[in-house]
């Protein structure tokens, strides 16, 4: 939702910028900015509606001096998408960009409006710049203005922020949204995501909520909101591990195809140093902690399906396990027994309802775990323990190798908790996977797919079926789908389909059904039969079965290697992955920054 970019240094400011904003267009694209100081150490602002490119060729011939400079782009919230609504906003000589949610937006625009300012655009963010203008003119104290003006905002922003009068001071805050500094030689950066100076620098200091920072080129003081300028100290910082190289397209056409082809390297250092050691995931410290009596999983979208897989594996641990929309468990009584787990997924670490429902756990005495994709992230600092999956930087919008790492992980979390009954099956298949998942997307040519592709292109409706394991990809399916072909798509598991969906069932109707559970296979085969027999058009995705009869229960199928269940799973995926790729790609969509969407969902 929303990216912010922010500098300051002794380089050209511009182009670092624009850098930056293209490395985090998925976060937002419907329109973007910068602010920056001229040759004639004047405030200058661009603004552009539509994506980082329009904004690229506005200042294309500006020049900009060394020192503070910021950027934005905009998923809209408050307000349509025109130019006035477009970041960053000015009021006097305070220019600022915002991600969040101002909650008393209207009140606040009231008390403006008594102080004889009215606000120019439809967004919340807009009555920010006039706060902290009405603030500054009562001392020209800059980074005081800003805590001030803030002790009467409710919602969340993460902001940054210049002053025509201090042009080598950036401030940046933090209080929900993520927001994060990188720490370089001589100069220093601000951004909701690490892709964005990752280029420059690998020394980051992610910002706690409820903290402030003053940022010049050659120093860094941060602090509490609540606390005064004087008691700001210089912040602590850690070295990520993330090559530069993932996040750069290299010869792919889009980000996403190249992340499902990451796919087994992301499993790969996931796995990486956990299965080798005894017992099983040391972060656990399972002996410590116990066996938790139940297991409650909270996500959103594609980590809410990896959740499902966990409660799978965990209830093949013998582990009693559910799975909640972290949106609606949020906001529920929690009756959970003593000792439980609440276990929150998200890839970016910064899911707003994930955090929500997690901090909601803690307050009730329950211990939290997070598994995420960032380090630093909030979730790793909210949660009790916190699992990482070391996946690199994810660009396209709609996850991918993100998802493979994610259960990559949960395998091994029931492995762990499973010890007292081991499963040297999964623990096998879990080993050969990522090298199984390679050779298996090599196989994959583009010309085997193509068929497939213009089946799917051309149907009116495209359903996806699944029971068991199968259940939860054709969820994913059909959120990849839907996410990047804008073409209707849901997915059932196959015993319901009986119970109301099979109404949608005529020609020119795909049924895409994964077939990796064996234990299930001649049900969910029956439920396909029934969809062939009223004239649906079933696409199955499994490993062959019998020599006889297959006539009888799918039009076409693409084959997967006869691999237990537990390796699979990522083979179905990637090629589900890869369907609703080639299918958004023949359509002319835009396949890394879907309409719409962004990658992290930073407010509720």
């Known amino acids: 939702m929303c990216g912010i970019m922010g500098y300051s240094g002794l380089r050209p400011p511009l182009p670092l910028l624009v850098s930056g904003l293209e490395r985090l267009e998925y976060r937002g694209y419907d329109s973007s900015g910068v602010a920056f100081f001229d040759d004639f150490g004047a405030l200058s602002v661009v603004r552009a509606v539509g994506k980082v490119g329009m904004l690229k060729d506005l200042v294309s011939d500006r020049v900009a001096q060394p020192g503070a400079a910021i950027g934005h782009i905009r998923w809209a919230t408050h307000g349509g998408v025109t130019l006035e609504n477009a970041h960053p906003h000015q009021s006097g000589p305070i220019v600022l960009v915002h991600n969040g949610i101002v909650e008393n937006d209207q009140a606040l625009r009231i008390h403006l409006r008594s102080c004889g300012i009215e606000c120019l655009s439809e967004t919340d963010s807009e009555v920010l710049s006039h706060l902290i203008r009405l603030e500054y003119e009562k001392d020209g104290v800059f980074p005081e203005a800003v805590r001030r003006a803030l002790g009467h905002v409710e919602g969340s922003y993460a902001l940054a922020i210049l002053c025509q009068n201090d042009p080598a001071d950036l401030v940046v805050v933090r209080n929900g949204p993520p927001l994060i500094l990188g720490l370089g030689a001589g100069e220093t950066f601000a951004a909701s995501d690490i892709p964005a100076f990752l280029h420059f620098t690998r020394q980051v200091h992610p910002m706690d909520n409820g903290t402030i920072a003053l940022i010049r080129h050659d120093e860094v003081r941060a602090g509490r909101l609540e606390q005064s ?15 530069p190289v993932f996040a750069e397209k290299g010869t792919y056409r889009h980000f996403m195809e190249k992340e499902i082809f990451e796919a087994p390297r992301a499993m790969m250092d996931t796995l990486s140093d956990r299965l080798s050691v005894s017992p099983v995931l040391p972060e656990l410290d399972r002996l410590a902690l116990g066996i938790p009596p139940v297991v409650a999983f909270v996500a959103c979208g594609t980590s809410w399906h990896a959740g499902l897989f966990g409660r799978a594996f965990l209830e093949q641990a013998g582990i009693p396990a559910f799975v909640e929309i972290a949106s609606e468990f949020r906001y529920r009584k929690l009756l959970l027994p003593k000792g439980s787990w609440v276990i929150g997924i998200s890839q970016s670490g910064e899911t707003a309802d994930t955090i929500g429902a997690i901090e909601a756990s803690r307050r009730a005495g329950f211990f939290t775990v997070g598994i995420a994709n960032v380090p630093g992230s909030t979730l790793e600092r909210e949660c009790d323990l916190c699992l990482l999956t070391h996946a690199g930087p994810e660009i396209g919008v709609a996850s991918t190798k993100a998802f493979q790492a994610q259960v990559s992980l949960l395998m091994m979390l029931s492995l762990a908790l499973g010890e007292a009954s081991p499963r040297p099956d999964l623990l096998d298949a879990l080993l050969r996977a990522p090298h199984r998942l390679e050779l298996f997307l090599e196989s994959l040519s583009a010309e085997s797919l193509d068929a497939r592709v213009e089946r799917l292109r051309q149907s009116r409706l495209v359903m996806f079926a699944g029971r068991g394991l199968d259940y939860p990809l054709a969820l994913e399916g059909a959120l990849k789908f839907k996410e990047i072909t804008y073409r209707p798509a849901d997915g059932y598991p196959g015993g319901e389909l009986k119970h109301g969906p099979i109404a949608l069932i005529e020609p020119g109707v795909t049924v895409v ?51 237990p269940p537990w390796s699979g799973v990522f083979q179905a995926a990637g090629v589900l992955q890869l369907l609703a790729y080639r299918v958004a790609s023949a359509l002319g969509n835009d396949v890394d920054q879907p309409r719409n969407l962004a990658k992290s969902v930073t407010v509720e």
């Open 513 to 563: 059904a994964p077939l990796v559970d064996r234990s299930l296979r001649a049900k969910e085969i029956s439920n396909l039969r029934e969809i062939r027999a009223r004239g649906g058009y079933v696409l199955a995705i499994g490993p062959a079965i019998g020599k006889e009869g297959h006539e009888i229960w799918y039009d076409d199928r693409i084959g997967l290697p006869d691999d």
């Open 229 to 243: 300028l004087q008691d700001w100290t210089p912040p602590p910082s850690m070295t990520i591990s993330w090559d």
